[in-house]
């Protein structure tokens, strides 16, 4: 029997190629925005939004019953297509409380959001921005999956720690379409890039500036390159992201989540199935 061409084997199964995950359709940037508090003023951004198709998260505040907010029986079809997460059912400066009462505070919210809307709510925008290590740690015991800051980086890296998510902006930030314009241009592959914008519906009506808004969609709005989604989806596809199962060759993977992930091999992109082994 021949000797088999050891070399040559070693190289066909050791060929190391570069494997990347890839947002939803292979993309690589993403878009998110979050607004919070559930004031009237969501309808008129919704429809800004849906227009461009620009997708984001609205954080309410399940037992507040206000003339100035959207009156619970609208949830369900006003905010379709879009996400609605905590807010805590209150609002209080979370910091502030007792630790019993933050618990109830998050869950009551979820309790009567998830009423509302048929789904799990697994998203928090801390209310009035107040968060510390124990807010964060009860809230993520109260099934809290990612919560966001007020803090703003003004750059595009995907979040290091989901229950301390900082946006990349307000929405009256200055340098708003400055920033909006450097995301469109981005174009290396070998990076994934976030811009999240966040703010509250009713300061566009308070500083009479609804154009801002409008200026924003329409510039980011109906790109190709651009994964537009809400937070929440962000973090369940970095989950199933992080349960792929690759094979150290390199030539298979085996997606054991329910969604399907996008990965690029090489320059080849594969959209692995749920459940199911893909090979490359
Ligand atoms: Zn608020």
């Not at 940037?29 to 559930?38: A, H, I, N, R």
């Not at 939004?49 to 505040?61: A, E, P």
């Not at 229950?163 to 469109?184: D, I, S, V």
């Not at 510039?219 to 989950?239: C, F, H, K, P, S």
């Amino acid at each position: 029997m021949a000797e088999p061409q050891a070399g040559v084997r070693v190289q066909e199964r050791n060929a190391l190629r570069v494997i990347y995950y890839c947002f939803p359709g292979g993309k690589h940037k993403v878009l998110t925005m979050s607004y919070d508090d559930g004031r009237v003023e969501d309808r008129r951004l919704i429809e800004i939004f849906n227009q461009y198709g620009i997708r984001g998260t609205f954080n309410l505040n399940g037992l507040l019953i206000r003339e100035d907010r959207v009156p619970i029986e609208e949830y369900s079809v006003l905010y379709d297509g879009h996400e609605v997460a905590c807010h805590t059912a209150l609002h209080p400066t979370v910091e502030r409380c007792p630790s019993e009462q933050i618990l109830r505070q998050t869950l009551e919210d979820r309790e009567a959001l998830e009423s509302l809307m048929g789904y799990t709510i697994r998203g928090m925008a801390y209310p009035n921005g107040s968060v510390n290590d124990r807010v964060a740690s009860l809230m993520r015991s109260a099934g809290i999956r990612y919560a966001r800051t007020v803090v703003s980086t003004e750059s595009f890296g995907m979040p290091g720690d989901y229950m301390h998510w900082n946006a990349t902006c307000h929405h009256n930030n200055p340098r708003l379409m400055e920033l909006g314009q450097q995301f469109c241009d981005l174009f290396k592959k070998q990076y994934t890039y976030m811009m999240y914008v966040w703010g509250h519906s009713y300061e566009f009506t308070d500083r009479d500036n609804w154009q801002v808004i409008e200026d924003f969609c329409k510039l980011m709005g109906g790109r190709e390159d651009i994964w537009y989604a809400t937070n929440i989806e962000i973090v369940d596809y970095m989950d199933a992201v992080e349960r792929m199962q690759v094979s150290v060759a390199g030539d298979f993977a085996y997606n054991p989540s329910a969604i399907p992930v996008w990965m690029k091999v090489d320059e080849q992109i594969y959209e692995c199935a749920p459940g199911t082994t893909t090979s490359f």
